[in-house]
Each structure stands twice: as C-alpha cells, then as structure tokens.
C-alpha cells in the first residue's frame, strides 16, 4: 500500500518562502516520478513541479523560477521549496507519486494534501 503523507504548509506572508516535504512509503521510491501538483477554491488542480528518477524536473509557468522541486531517494522523500511566495499561490498543495507498473504502465497515487495561505 503505496502511502504519500504531505507536511510543511501553512500561513506565510507575501514575499515569503515555505518548503513542502512528502514522505512516501509502500513503494520503491528511487523509481517513481514524483510531483507536486496544487488546486485553489473553484480552480482545477495544476501542474506546480515534477521530478523524474533521473532527477529531471519540470515546472508549471506560473512557478518558474520561484519553486524547486528534490528529491532524497535515501529518506524516500520530495521537497518543494517555495520562495517568492504570491496571494495566487494559495492553495491545497498534493504530492503525487507516479510508479512503474511494467506492461499495466503507470500507477497513480496522491497524497491528503496540504493547505497553503499566503496572505499578509
């Protein structure tokens, strides 16, 4: 049972920085693309960033430049460090886990999500 558990959000004022951690269990974790993905109220869930097994990353472009996305194959977990922070990043932020599932493709698993106020 793959488990993705979010923690590091919270209240920050404009300007300020966050960092996000997912801890993952139940998988292998080194193999797996990992992502951050966020919804705000009355919004459809977006792309913020995406780390490959081969550590590349991809951001969505209203992060770029401001968010990065690690990894720590070793504590099996991925941070999002958020600096700049702007009011439109509120949002519930989700960690996703995308895990090599051989001929079946690709399994999908998500994290509760956790809950980012940025507001002065």
């Known amino acids: 049972q793959v488990q993705l558990l979010e923690s590091g959000g919270g209240l920050v004022q404009p300007g300020g920085s966050l960092r996000l951690s997912c801890a993952a269990s139940g998988t292998i974790f080194s193999r797996n693309t990992m992502g951050w993905y966020r919804q705000a109220p009355g919004k459809q869930r977006e792309l913020v960033a995406v780390i490959t097994s081969g550590y590349s990353t991809q951001y969505g472009n209203a992060v770029k430049g401001r968010f990065t996305i690690s990894r720590d194959n070793a504590k099996d977990t991925v941070y999002l460090e958020m600096n700049s922070l702007k009011p439109e990043d509120t949002a519930v932020y989700y960690c996703?886990?995308?895990?090599?599932?051989?001929?079946?493709?690709?399994?999908?698993?998500w994290g509760q999500g956790t809950q980012v106020t940025v507001s002065s």
């Open positions: 996703k886990a995308d895990e090599p599932a051989g001929r079946f493709g690709t399994l999908e698993f």
